[in-house]
C-alpha cells in the first residue's frame, strides 16, 4: 500500500436533504452531515471531528442520535442497496458498532430513523413505493416486526418513538398519521384519523400520550392517545423591512382628511381569482419541524420564522409565547429575500440553554434560550453557528500562494473568500449572476471570476469585493493565474485567452480544440500551458509564439482534467475511458487503470512525488509517483457527489525566507527600543536609590530622638504602677479581715444544721426496721405456700419421667424396625438417584450454556447502568443550569420592581395634569354649551339627510348582496367548468393513451405477420405482445377492485365507529347505576361494621369481668383448703373490697351462670350478623378497621 496519508482538517459546508441533520451530542458539541462524512463540532472552541460514511456510499439519507447520546444511526445508499451504519460516538474515533444491510423486506431507501427511549430498538421508514415501517432490537441485528403503513405511494417524512415508550411508534407523511403499538410480536394501528386528510409534515411527542402534528397549510394538531384535543392556525406574519418603513414615516403632502372607497364594479375576472387563489396558498406558512422541549414546542412557521408554544394555564391547548427569525444578510443582492429560507431542523440542546437550526439553504442558526427569554420586549433574532456557507453547488476553486486563504464561487451567485489557518470566512460577496470559474491571484489582493456575461477581475478589501476591470469573455467555464502572476489564461468554448495582468491586453489567443475546454494549467517557469477537452485533445502550448509543441488526441475519451509535473516533463490527463494518462513528447507513455470509477480532476504535489485525484462517486485518491498498476493508493471519503474541482496549498520557501527577513528586522527594531528602555530605567533606578539613602538617614535620627522620649515614658509609668500597688495592698487587707468574719459566722450556722439532720435520720431507720419486720412476716408465709406448691410439682415431674422412660424404650424397639425397611428403601432409591444423576448431568451442561449467556445478559445491564450514572450527572448539570436560570429571573423581578416604582411616580404625576385638565374641561363645556345653541338647526337639516343617506345605504346593501350572489354563482359555475375540463383533458388523454396502445399493438402485430414462415419466433413474438398488453388491461381491472375495496372497508369503518359510540353511552349509563348501588351498599356496610364494634367492645367487658370472677373462685378455693393460713393472713392485711363483695359461695355461682347466658346469646347474634354479611356483595371501597382487631394487637 501507499505511505502517503491524507487527513480531514476541516469542512466549509453543510447538507440539508438529510433528514433530522442537526443532532447535540452534549450541551456543546453538535453533529451534522457535510459531504459524505458527518461533523462533530464543538460551539464554543470551534473544532472539528470527523465520522466518515461508508465506502462505496451515493449519500446520506438521514440521521438519529440515542436518546442517551451513546450512538448515532446513519442511512445511506451503498451500490443502489440501502444500509445503516450505527456508530458509538463516546469513543474516540467514533466505531462503526452495528451494520443493518441485509433485509427480509423490499425496500429502496430509509427516509428515517428513530431510536427508542432506551437505545436498545431502532425504527426505521422506507420511502415509497414499498413505505414499510420496521422495528430492530438492533445490536441483535434481529428484526422485531414490519407493517406496511401506506398503499397509495404517498410521500413519508418523519418516524419517533414515543419518549417513555419502548412499543409506540408515530409515522407522518402526506394524509398520514399513524399511532402503532409493538404487540405480540407485530405493529398494530392504534388510531384512526377523522376528516378530511392533510399533508402532515413533521411530529414531536409532548409527553406519553401526547403528540403535536403540523401540515404544510400551517396548522397545528394536539393529539391524546390517538384523539384530536386541540388545534390552532399560525399566520403569515410579514415583518416591513427598514427601506418600508422609512418610506411609511414620510409623510404624504397630497394626502386629505377623508378616504373615499375605489369603486368596485360587480365583474370579477378570472385573472384576479386565480391571482387571489395563488396569494392564499402563498400565506399559508409550511409547519415542516417541530421539536419538543420541557415548557411546551418549538415550530416553523414559513420562510425563516420559528415560533415558541408554551402550556397554557387555563385549558389544555398551548399559547403562543415567542417569535423568532432568521436575520437578514446584508451582504445579499436582496437583503429583505435573504432570510427567507424554509427550516429543514430544529434541536434543542440537552439542557435547553441553545436552539439550533438549520435551513433549505444550507445555513445553520444559533440562539441563546436565555437571552431569548430575558428580553422579551423585543423580536428575537438568530447568529449564523459560524459563518455562511454555499447555499448551491460549487463551479469554481483556487488556492492563495502567498496567503492562507481559499476563494471559492457558486450556483448560489456568491464568491467567498475562506481563511484554512482560522477556519472561517473571510469575506464574501453575492452577484446577478451564477459564477462558473474562478482564479486567485498569488499576491492574494484578487479575483478573476468568471460570469455568463463577463469575465470580472476583482480588487479584495478589508470589507467588500470590488469589480475594476471586466473582459468580453462570455461563458468562462475555466480560468487559471500563471504562476508568476502576470498573465492569466480565460476559456471561452473551445478558445484560451491569454491577457496581461499589468496592461490587461489580449496577448494571445490560443485555437485548436474541436470541443469545450474542461481543463487549462501553468508550468512552474510560465512557459508552457498545457489544455484538455471534451475532443479528446490535450495541448501543449508555446506562449512566446503561440504554437503547439506537443499534442496527443485520443476521440474516444473525453477529457477532464489535466496536470503537468514540477518538471514540465509529463503531462497527466484522466478522462471519461477510466485510466490515468502519462503524456510525454505527443504520445502516452503509461496508462493507469482506476478500478471502476471514474477520474474527474487530478493535481501533482510540487514536489512531483505525489498524485492526487478526484472521482465520480465523491473521493480522494492519494498514490505515490511513478503511478502504481496495483490498487496501491488510499481512498478518502469527501462528497457525496462527484469532484469537480481539486488544489494544492503551497508551502514555498521564498514566503518562509520573507518571513525570516521580516522577523530579523522586527527583532533587530525591538533590540534598540529595549536599549533605550534599560538605559532609562538604570538612570531612574540609580536616583531613587540615592533619593532612598538619605531618607534612611533621615529616619534614623528620628528614631533615636524617639527612643529616648519613650524611655522617659516608661520610667514615669514604674513610678505610677508602685504606687498602686501599694494602695491595692492596704485595702485589700481590710476586705479579707471582714470576709474571716463572715466565714466563722457561717461555719457555726453549719454546725446546727448537721446536727439537725442526724436527728431525722435516726428515726428514719427506726421507721425503716419496723415496715422490714413486716414485711419479711408477709414473704415468709408466702414461702411456705411456695415450698408445698414445689413439693407437689416434683412428685408429678417423677410419675412423668417413669412415663417418659416407658414410652422412649417402645419408641426404639419400633424404629429398629423402621430403620431396617428404610434401608431396603433407601438402597432402591439409591439405585434409580444414580440413574437420573446421569441424566441430570446432561441437563447441569445445558444449563451452564444458559447460565453463561445469563452472564453476557447481566454484563449488557450493567453498562445500562453506567449509561444512566452518565445520564444522571447530565442531569445534575441541567439542574445547576435552571438554578443560574432562577438566579436570573429574580434579578428580572427586581428590575421590574424598579419600574413599576418608576411608573407609580408618573401615575402621580399624570393625576396632578388630570386635575388640571379638568379645570380647562369646565371652561370648554361652557363654551359648548353656548355653541350647542348656534348648532340646533343645522342638526336638523343633517338629520334630514341622515336619513335619505340610510335609504341609499339601504339599496347599495341590496345592490351588494346581489352582487355576492352573482359572484358565487360564477365561481361555482367556473369550478364546474374546471372539473369538465379537467375530465375532458382525462378522456382525451386517455383516448390517446389507447390510440398509442392501438398503433403499438398494429405495429407489433405488422411484425409479427412478417414472422409468419418462422413458428419459433412468431410464438415468441406472439407471447411477447401476450404479456405486454394483456397484463395491463388486467392491472387495470385489479386496481379498480382495490379501489371497490378500500370504499367498503371505509364503509365498514364508519359502521363500527357508530356502534362503538352507541356502545360506550351505554356503559357510561349502567357505570351511574352502579355507582348508585354501590354507594348504597357501603352505607349498610358502615352501619352494620358500628353494631358488631359496639358487640365487640360488650364482649370485651363481660371477658374482664369472667376473668376477675374467676381469679376470685380460685382463691376461695385456697382457702377452704388452707383456714389456718388464710385467717392469719385476713388478719394481716386488709382485704379488697371487691373480694369482701364476693365471699358467699352461691352469689359467685350465680352471676358466673348469668354471665354464661349473656355469652352465648352474644355468640349467636355474632353468627347471625357473620352470615348476613357474607351472602351482602363485596364494595369496592375499604372499610374501616375494626375495633377488636386494634384491641387484640393491644393485649399482643
Not at 452534549?26 to 464554543?44: F, L, M, R, S, T
Not at 364494634?1093 to 376477675?1108: F, G, S, W
Not at 371487691?1138 to 355474632?1166: C, D, F, V
Amino acid at each position: 500500500m501507499s505511505v502517503i496519508v491524507a487527513q480531514s482538517l476541516h469542512i466549509f459546508g453543510f447538507q440539508s436533504r438529510v433528514a433530522n441533520n442537526i443532532c447535540f451530542f452534549d450541551e456543546q458539541i453538535i453533529v451534522y452531515p457535510a459531504g459524505n462524512c458527518c461533523v462533530k463540532y464543538h460551539i464554543e472552541q470551534k473544532w472539528q471531528k470527523f465520522i466518515p460514511g461508508s465506502e462505496k456510499s451515493q449519500g446520506m439519507l438521514a440521521l438519529a442520535i440515542s436518546p442517551n447520546r451513546r450512538y448515532l444511526a446513519i442511512s445511506e445508499t451503498m451500490l443502489d442497496k440501502p444500509t445503516i451504519t450505527i456508530y458509538e460516538l463516546s469513543s474516540v474515533p467514533c466505531k462503526k458498532r452495528k451494520i443493518l444491510n441485509t433485509f427480509d423486506f423490499p425496500v429502496q431507501e430509509f427516509v428515517s430513523l428513530g431510536f427508542s427511549p432506551d437505545s436498545k430498538y431502532l425504527v426505521a421508514q422506507t420511502g415509497p413505493p414499498e413505505s414499510n415501517l420496521a422495528y430492530w432490537m438492533w445490536e441483535k441485528q434481529r428484526t422485531m416486526a414490519i407493517i406496511k403503513v401506506d398503499v397509495q405511494n404517498s410521500p413519508l417524512y418523519q418516524v419517533s418513538f414515543n419518549p417513555q415508550d419502548n412499543t409506540q411508534v408515530c409515522v407522518t407523511g402526506y394524509g398520514i398519521f399513524k399511532l402503532f403499538r409493538y404487540t405480540e410480536g407485530t405493529l398494530k394501528q392504534t388510531n384512526f384519523l377523522r376528516g378530511e386528510p392533510q399533508n402532515y409534515l413533521s411530529h414531536a411527542w409532548l409527553s406519553e400520550e401526547k403528540v403535536v402534528v403540523g401540515t404544510d397549510t400551517g396548522k397545528l394538531y394536539l393529539f391524546d392517545s390517538g384523539d384530536l384535543r386541540w388545534e390552532t392556525s399560525i399566520e403569515r406574519k410579514e415583518v416591513p423591512s427598514e427601506t418600508e418603513k422609512d418610506k411609511e414615516e414620510q409623510p404624504q403632502e397630497s394626502e386629505s382628511l377623508i378616504e373615499f372607497p375605489a369603486p368596485s364594479s360587480p365583474e370579477i375576472s378570472s385573472e384576479k381569482i386565480c391571482e387571489s387563489e395563488i396569494q392564499q396558498q402563498a400565506s399559508l406558512p409550511r409547519v415542516s419541524c417541530i421539536a419538543a422541549y420541557s415548557k411546551g414546542f418549538a415550530c416553523s412557521a414559513g420562510p425563516g420564522i420559528i415560533l415558541l408554544f408554551e402550556k397554557s394555564e387555563e385549558r389544555e391547548g398551548y399559547r403562543e409565547s415567542r417569535e423568532i427569525r432568521i436575520p437578514q444578510d446584508q451582504y445579499s443582492i436582496d437583503p429583505n429575500q435573504s432570510d427567507k429560507q424554509e427550516i429543514a431542523c430544529i434541536a434543542f440542546s440537552p439542557a435547553e440553554e441553545t436552539l439550533l437550526i438549520s435551513t433549505n439553504k444550507n445555513q445553520l442558526y444559533l440562539l441563546s434560550m436565555s437571552s431569548a427569554e430575558l428580553v422579551k420586549g423585543e423580536m428575537a433574532r438568530f447568529e449564523y453557528l459560524a459563518y455562511p456557507v454555499h447555499s448551491s453547488s460549487i463551479t469554481g476553486l483556487d488556492t492563495c500562494i502567498r496567503k492562507p486563504l481559499v476563494a471559492t464561487c457558486s450556483l448560489d451567485k456568491s464568491v467567498r473568500i475562506w481563511n484554512y489557518e482560522t477556519n472561517m470566512l473571510d469575506l464574501y460577496k453575492e452577484y446577478q449572476e451564477e459564477a462558473y470559474a474562478l482564479a486567485f491571484h498569488p499576491s492574494g489582493l484578487y479575483v478573476l471570476v468568471g460570469f455568463a456575461d463577463k469575465l470580472r477581475l476583482m480588487n479584495l478589501l478589508i470589507d467588500d469585493i470590488q469589480t475594476f476591470k471586466d473582459f468580453t469573455v462570455r461563458g468562462c467555464r475555466e480560468c487559471a493565474f500563471s504562476t508568476g502572476g502576470h498573465l492569466f489564461a480565460a476559456v471561452n468554448g473551445n478558445v484560451i485567452h491569454v491577457y496581461s495582468f499589468i496592461s490587461f491586453d489580449n496577448i494571445i489567443n490560443l485555437k485548436g480544440h474541436n470541443g469545450k475546454v474542461r481543463s487549462v494549467v501553468w508550468s512552474i517557469n510560465d512557459y508552457k500551458l498545457v489544455s484538455c477537452g471534451s475532443d479528446g485533445a490535450v495541448y501543449e502550448w508555446n506562449l512566446q509564439n503561440g504554437k503547439r509543441e506537443s499534442e496527443c488526441v485520443l476521440k474516444s475519451c473525453s477529457y477532464s482534467g489535466v496536470a503537468i509535473s514540477p518538471d514540465t516533463k509529463v503531462i497527466f490527463a484522466v478522462g471519461s475511458d477510466q485510466t490515468i494518462k502519462e503524456i510525454s513528447d505527443s504520445s502516452i507513455l503509461r496508462e493507469v487503470p482506476t478500478f471502476d470509477v471514474t477520474y474527474t480532476c487530478i493535481v501533482v504535489s510540487h514536489s512531483g512525488r505525489m498524485v492526487f485525484t478526484g472521482t465520480s462517486t465523491g473521493t480522494i485518491r492519494s498514490m505515490k509517483y511513478p503511478l502504481p498498476v496495483h490498487k496501491e493508493f488510499n481512498e478518502y471519503q469527501a462528497h457525496a457527489g462527484p469532484v469537480t474541482k481539486t488544489q494544492i496549498m503551497l508551502e514555498l520557501k521564498t514566503r518562509v525566507e520573507e518571513l525570516k527577513m521580516e522577523n530579523e528586522y522586527q527583532l533587530r527594531l525591538k533590540d534598540m527600543n529595549y536599549n533605550e528602555k534599560i538605559k532609562e530605567l538604570t538612570e531612574k533606578f540609580i536616583q531613587e536609590m540615592e533619593s532612598l539613602k538619605t531618607k534612611n538617614q533621615v529616619l534614623k535620627t528620628e528614631k533615636e530622638k524617639q527612643e529616648i522620649h519613650y524611655q522617659d515614658q516608661l520610667a514615669e509609668l514604674v513610678e505610677k504602677q508602685s504606687r498602686e500597688v501599694q494602695d491595692l495592698e492596704s485595702g485589700n487587707n481590710q476586705k479579707l479581715l471582714l470576709e474571716y468574719e463572715k466565714y466563722q459566722e457561717l461555719q457555726m450556722k453549719s454546725q446546727r444544721m448537721q446536727e439537725e439532720y442526724e436527728k431525722q435520720l435516726h428515726e428514719l431507720e427506726e421507721s425503716k426496721n419496723q415496715a422490714l419486720e413486716e414485711l419479711t412476716e408477709y414473704y415468709e408465709a408466702k414461702l411456705l405456700e411456695k415450698t408445698t406448691l414445689l413439693e407437689e410439682a416434683q412428685d408429678e415431674t417423677r410419675q412423668q419421667l417413669r412415663e417418659f422412660e416407658e414410652t422412649k424404650k417402645q419408641i426404639e424397639e419400633d424404629e429398629d424396625r423402621e430403620i431396617q425397611d428404610i434401608k431396603i428403601k433407601y438402597e432402591r432409591r439409591l439405585r434409580e438417584e444414580r440413574e437420573s444423576n446421569l441424566k441430570l448431568k446432561g441437563e447441569t451442561g445445558i444449563m451452564r450454556k444458559k447460565f453463561n449467556s445469563l452472564q453476557k445478559e447481566i454484563e449488557e445491564r450493567c453498562s445500562d447502568i453506567e449509561a444512566m450514572k452518565l445520564e444522571q450527572q447530565k442531569l445534575q448539570g441541567i439542574i445547576k443550569a435552571l438554578e443560574k436560570d432562577i438566579q436570573g429571573l429574580k434579578r428580572e423581578i427586581q428590575e421590574r420592581d424598579e419600574t413599576i416604582q418608576d411608573k407609580e411616580k408618573r401615575i402621580y404625576d399624570l393625576k396632578k395634569k388630570n386635575q388640571e385638565l379638568e379645570k380647562f374641561k369646565f371652561v370648554l363645556d361652557y363654551k359648548i354649551k353656548e355653541l350647542k345653541k348656534q348648532i340646533e338647526p343645522r342638526e336638523n337639516e343633517i338629520k334630514a339627510m341622515k336619513e335619505q343617506i340610510q335609504e341609499m345605504e339601504g339599496e347599495l346593501e341590496r345592490f351588494h348582496k346581489q352582487n355576492t350572489q352573482l359572484e358565487l354563482n360564477i365561481a361555482e359555475l367556473r369550478l364546474k367548468l374546471r372539473a369538465t375540463d379537467r375530465e375532458m383533458h382525462k378522456e382525451m388523454q386517455k383516448e390517446r393513451d389507447m390510440e398509442a396502445l392501438i398503433k403499438r399493438f398494429k405495429t407489433d402485430l405488422h411484425d409479427c405477420v412478417g414472422l409468419i414462415q418462422e413458428p419459433k419466433k412468431l410464438k415468441e413474438s406472439i407471447r411477447d405482445i401476450y404479456e405486454k398488453y394483456v397484463q395491463k388491461a388486467d392491472m387495470v381491472e385489479i386496481v379498480g377492485v382495490n379501489s371497490d375495496l378500500h370504499e367498503e372497508y371505509t364503509r365498514q369503518r364508519e359502521h363500527l365507529e357508530r356502534n362503538l359510540a352507541t356502545l360506550k353511552k351505554k356503559v357510561i349509563k349502567e357505570s351511574e347505576i352502579h355507582r348508585g348501588d354501590y354507594v348504597r351498599i357501603m352505607q349498610e356496610n358502615v352501619s352494620l361494621i358500628k353494631e358488631i364494634n359496639e358487640l365487640r367492645r360488650e364482649l370485651k367487658v363481660t371477658r374482664t369481668q369472667i376473668h376477675d370472677l374467676q381469679s376470685a373462685l380460685n382463691l376461695l378455693q385456697k382457702r377452704k383448703k388452707q383456714p389456718g393460713q388464710s385467717t392469719d393472713l385476713s388478719a394481716d392485711r386488709q382485704p379488697s373490697p371487691g373480694i369482701q363483695r364476693l365471699n358467699p359461695e352461691e352469689e359467685t355461682e350465680r352471676i358466673i351462670e348469668i354471665q354464661r347466658i349473656e355469652l352465648k346469646h352474644l355468640r349467636e347474634q355474632m353468627q347471625g350478623q357473620e352470615t348476613a354479611l357474607a351472602l351482602r356483595p363485596v364494595s369496592g371501597a375499604k372499610l374501616p378497621m375494626l375495633e377488636m382487631q386494634k384491641s387484640g394487637s393491644q393485649l399482643h
